[in-house]
């Protein structure tokens, strides 16, 4: 089983900028996609951003040129850089694959707030 971990969160001014992180605890070399996917309050978890093992990228439309997702397989991290932050971008945000693997656990995510 892998646990994950996120960080990077936190409270940010429309038009900032946050980078999250997603720390495994075991290898990743082996997951094709990976993905972040964030919880807006009172909605469904969406798919935000994907990354395959070739470094090909995929981005839900809201987020398309403002959020880049990148990954080090030797550190078993995974990254997510977000600018020109929207309030519509506060939620939780959670790492795992893409789809979602029962043998990678849901981390608790990291809160992220954009608000004035």
């Known amino acids: 089983q892998v646990q994950v971990v996120e960080s990077g969160g936190g409270l940010v001014q429309p038009g900032g900028s946050l980078r999250l992180s997603c720390v495994a605890s075991g290898t990743i070399s082996d997951i094709y996609a990976i993905a972040w996917y964030r919880q807006a309050p009172v909605k469904y978890r969406e798919l935000v951003a994907s990354?395959?093992?070739?470094?090909?990228?995929v981005y839900t439309f809201s987020v398309k040129d403002r959020f880049t997702i990148s990954r080090d397989n030797a550190k078993m991290t995974v990254y997510l850089q977000m600018n020109s932050l929207k309030p519509e971008d506060t939620g939780v945000y959670y790492c795992?694959?893409?789809?979602?693997?029962?043998?990678?656990?849901w981390g608790q995510g990291t809160q992220v707030t954009v608000s004035s």
């Open positions: 990354i395959t093992s070739n470094g090909g990228t």
């Open positions: 795992n694959a893409d789809p979602p693997l029962n043998r990678i656990s």
